[in-house]
Nanobody, 124 residues
Framework: QLQLVESGGGLVQPGGSLRLSCMST????????IAWFRQAPEKEREGVGC????????YYRDSVKGRFTIIRDSAKNTVYLQMNNLKPEDTAVYYC?????????????????WGQGTQVTVSS
């Protein structure tokens, strides 16, 4: 059973930074397409950014471009979401998701395996 373990969420002031982690002990994440999603209260889950397993390409939603970066660490079999210049509207539960197919997508239906989620709160 593929399990993803997330960590790194917390409370941060506007303009601050956080780094979320997503790791697996069961599979090599280099072989999987990876995406980060978030869901705020009473809002639909939305894609934040994704990373292809084959080309190394990444793609981000417009509202986080230039602020968020997906980083793969093969040695630790971990994927990070580095979030800088955080804004209150970034407050949400963040999820990592992976899929064996080499997709580059922000559609939740394109990903089979999901982490448990980690809360990010941006507030002064």
């Amino acid at each position: 059973q593929l399990q993803l373990v997330e960590s790194g969420g917390g409370l941060v002031q506007p303009g601050g930074s956080l780094r979320l982690s997503c790791m697996s002990t069961a599979v090599n994440l280099d072989d999987y397409a990876i995406a980060w999603f978030r869901q705020a209260p009473e809002k639909e889950r939305e894609g934040v950014g994704c990373s292809s397993s084959t080309t190394g390409s990444t793609y981000y939603r417009d509202s986080v471009k230039g602020r968020f970066t997906i980083i793969r660490d093969s040695a630790k079999n971990t994927v990070y979401l580095q979030m800088n210049n955080l804004k209150p509207e970034d407050t949400a539960v963040y999820y990592c998701a992976v899929d064996r197919l080499p997709t580059l997508s922000l559609n939740p239906q394109a990903f089979e395996y999901w982490g448990q989620g980690t809360q990010v709160t941006v507030s002064s």
